[in-house]
């Protein structure tokens, strides 16, 4: 009996163990790709006085979004993610409909990540279109609204020893501020901006060309991006589907 006993309570250790085990089980990293607007007031190009500009809602469509991890010590690491079908952004949020989600990555060391963008490049949908309010010298404000109908492709990067650990999820941050647009627009060009009905300074490929063209010579949609841990509960609940395509 004593021994038939040790051997019932031997299996329970083992069995528990078995079960322990189990229960850890290692979760592949996941990463988020996710936009932060910038919504604060910025100022124009310097001169004897400044205004300023602060965009606070509107739409950012992409018609295509691409992600690719590089390892220099694995290539079995090496990773990219094509996300398929238009995206818009909300300015205001920095929210994206649909989710673009998240995809699993290897846990690893990388050396490089990059995320590929383009904007929409469509005849009669415009790429972007900003709301927000032009504030003069004098402390007038007028409102604004920038229309961007042009496509183009942009590369963000992050170089170094980036690692990715299982049973964490990490976040791909990029930083969307106007102010890189928007600076070779002078105060002068606002001043003699014209208006339409509403009272509103419009810049598009049809009005205050001049303004659009200062903006679209060197247009650059953003510049930098950050991989960093997401240490926000809640933001590992996903759906089960997954509509990204690997490769």
């Known amino acids: 009996m004593k021994k038939t006993g040790f051997i019932y309570i031997l299996g329970i250790l083992f069995l528990s163990v078995a079960v322990f ?14 936009f932060s607007t910038v919504t604060t007031p910025f100022n124009l190009a310097a001169q004897k006085s400044v205004g300023q500009i602060a965009f606070t809602s509107g739409s950012i469509i992409l018609e295509k979004a691409k992600f690719e991890a590089k390892s220099d010590q694995d290539d079995s690491l090496n ?17 994206t409909t649909p989710d673009i989600g998240y995809v699993e990555i290897p846990a690893g060391t990388y050396k490089k990540i990059k995320v590929k963008l383009k904007l929409l ?37 992050q170089e170094g020893n980036i690692s990715f650990d299982n049973n964490q999820s990490f976040l791909a941050q990029i930083e969307i501020d106007p102010s890189l647009w928007f600076k070779d627009v002078t105060d002068e060009m606002m001043a003699n901006a014209t208006v339409d009905s509403n009272g509103v300074i419009v810049i598009s490929k049809d009005q205050n060309k001049d303004i659009y063209d200062a903006i679209d010579d060197d247009f650059q949609f953003a510049k930098q991006m950050n991989c960093r841990e997401n240490d926000h509960e809640g933001d590992n609940d996903h759906d089960n589907d997954n509509d990204h395509d690997n490769g």
Do not use: H, R, W
């Open 21 to 34: 085990t189990s229960c850890q089980k290692q979760v592949t990293p996941e990463l988020t790709l996710s």
């Open 79 to 95: 990773t990219e993610f094509k996300f398929q079908g238009m995206v818009t952004i909300d300015y205001a949020t920095g929210q």
């Open 121 to 157: 490049d469509d005849d009669n949908t415009p790429s972007i279109q900003l709301n927000g309010t032009y504030t003069n010298p004098d402390g007038k404000t007028i409102p604004v609204k920038f229309i961007y109908s042009d496509g183009g492709e942009f590369e963000l990067e």
